[in-house]
């Protein structure tokens, strides 16, 4: 009575499938957002963080997630107008 490798991988492999599948969602999610901020942000010649949670249409949260990822890889730069943070790119 040996158990075979398909008995042991046909009960996990839809758990694979799903993994997968949501990884590559949030991964396309990310591109997508992350695309919609810098469209954002050449179109104004610049933009506030308020500008890029109303434009984005995304929370406090991911729109400061989203401007640090772009600004550690060299995409933004920071400047300051009138007290307020301007991202630009780069």
């Known amino acids: 009575m040996a158990i075979t490798l398909t008995e042991i991988l046909l009960p996990i492999l839809p758990i694979i499938i799903v993994i997968i599948i949501i990884i590559r969602w949030r991964m396309k999610r990310r591109r997508v957002i992350e695309s919609v901020v ?53």
Do not use: C, F, M, Q
């Not at 933009?47 to 933004?76: C, F, N, P, Q, Y």
């Open 38 to 90: 810098l469209s954002l942000i050449r179109s104004k010649n610049g933009a506030t963080i308020d500008d890029v949670i109303i434009g984005a249409h995304i929370s406090t949260d991911e729109a400061g997630t989203v401007l640090r990822r772009l600004l550690a890889k060299g995409i933004l730069k920071v400047e300051e107008r009138n007290g307020k943070t301007i991202y630009n790119i780069a």
